[in-house]
Structure formats: structure tokens, C-alpha cells
């Protein structure tokens, strides 16, 4: 068994790309798009970037409380 003090760190993320800024304009038309229930996959097409960028938007406006959670979450309504 690995002792904690010699257990090797693990990076997450380290390899994968991730928008991590946007714009207030885009964050205001993701809400809007949220809102009405698109899905995750066109949610990423129409603010040109990848799914897991979306789904790391979607847990930050929602720890903020700027969007509400949806019956299918990142698969729409």
C-alpha cells in the first residue's frame, strides 16, 4: 500500500483544451439557450467550442445561481 506522503499527484485537465474565459455576451445567450432547453451538444456548437468547456458552464452558472437545473440537465428539456 502507497502512503499518502508517497502517492504520486495527479493533474486533472492538464491535457484537454478548456475555454476558460467568455465573454458577458456569451454568457448571457448560453443562459438564454439554457433556458430554453437546448442540449449540450448544440449548446457547444453555438458558442463554438467543445462539450466539457459547456459542461464546466453549466456547473459554475449554476453554483452562482444565474440558471436553474432542467429535468434532462445537460440533455435538454
Known amino acids: 500500500m502507497i ?16 475555454k476558460w474565459t467568455w465573454k458577458e455576451s456569451e454568457l448571457l445567450h448560453f443562459r438564454e439557450m439554457w433556458s430554453d432547453g437546448v442540449p449540450i451538444n448544440d449548446l457547444a456548437r453555438e458558442l463554438k467550442t467543445n462539450k ?3 459542461a464546466l458552464l453549466v456547473m459554475d452558472q ?16
Do not use: C, H, W
Not at 3 to 18: V, Y
Not at 62 to 77: P, S, V
Open 3 to 18: 502512503s499518502a506522503r508517497n502517492e504520486p499527484t495527479i493533474l486533472i485537465l492538464d491535457d484537454i483544451e478548456i
Open 52 to 54: 466539457r468547456s459547456v
Open 62 to 77: 449554476e453554483m452562482k445561481d444565474e440558471i436553474e437545473q432542467r429535468k434532462f440537465g445537460l440533455y435538454g428539456n
